[in-house]
């Protein structure tokens, strides 16, 4: 059998177009779709070929659409080829990147925090054995 692999993931954010262009311009990815969503909200789903995120907003989601970090959601962890590339580009959109570092037997990695107060950890493999 075939290993079970994360296809998607699904948060409600308050402007999907603006995360989904930070999506892109940070990691790459395309819009795969979007539309209308449940109880007239809209959604887009920004990602790869293989898996994405879907990113929600229902009637009336606004920047104090009152967001907390970590409920219920703790993180986001994408994998990236050059993890310095990619930093450099969160420093440009205006985001702190944080906890800079390696855990063992854990990739290089750092966070950053978006507008909506969603948590990512971007994480890179590259030159380990």
Same mark, same amino acid.
């Given at each position: 059998?075939?290993?079970?692999?994360?296809?998607?993931?699904?948060?409600?954010?308050?402007?999907?177009?603006?995360?989904?262009?930070?999506?892109?311009?940070?990691?790459?990815?395309?819009?795969?779709?979007?539309?209308?969503?449940?109880?007239?909200?809209?959604?887009?789903?920004?990602?790869?070929?293989?898996? $994405?995120?879907?990113?929600?907003?229902?009637?009336?989601?606004?920047?104090?659409?009152?967001?907390?970090?970590?409920?219920?959601?703790?993180?986001?962890?994408?994998?990236?080829?050059?993890?310095?590339?990619?930093?450099?580009?969160?420093?440009?959109?205006?985001?702190?990147?944080?906890?800079?570092?390696? $855990?063992?037997?854990?990739?290089?990695?750092? $966070?950053?925090?978006?507008?909506?107060?969603?948590?990512?950890?971007?994480?890179?493999?590259?030159?380990?054995?």
């Amino acid at each position: 059998m075939a290993q079970p692999r994360i296809e998607h993931v699904n948060i409600t954010v308050s402007n999907p177009g603006r995360a989904a262009d930070l999506m892109r311009r940070l990691f790459g990815w395309r819009i795969r779709w979007e539309g209308p969503a449940r109880d007239n909200g809209r959604t887009i789903h920004v990602g790869t070929d293989d898996s $994405y995120i879907a990113l929600y907003a229902p009637p009336g989601a606004g920047p104090d659409y009152g967001f907390s970090q970590g409920q219920p959601l703790n993180h986001i962890g994408v994998e990236v080829e050059d993890l310095a590339a990619v930093e450099a580009l969160v420093l440009a959109e205006g985001f702190e990147p944080r906890f800079q570092g390696v $855990y063992q037997p854990g990739p290089a990695h750092f $966070y950053f925090t978006d507008h909506d107060d969603i948590e990512y950890e971007v994480v890179s493999y590259a030159g380990r054995a």
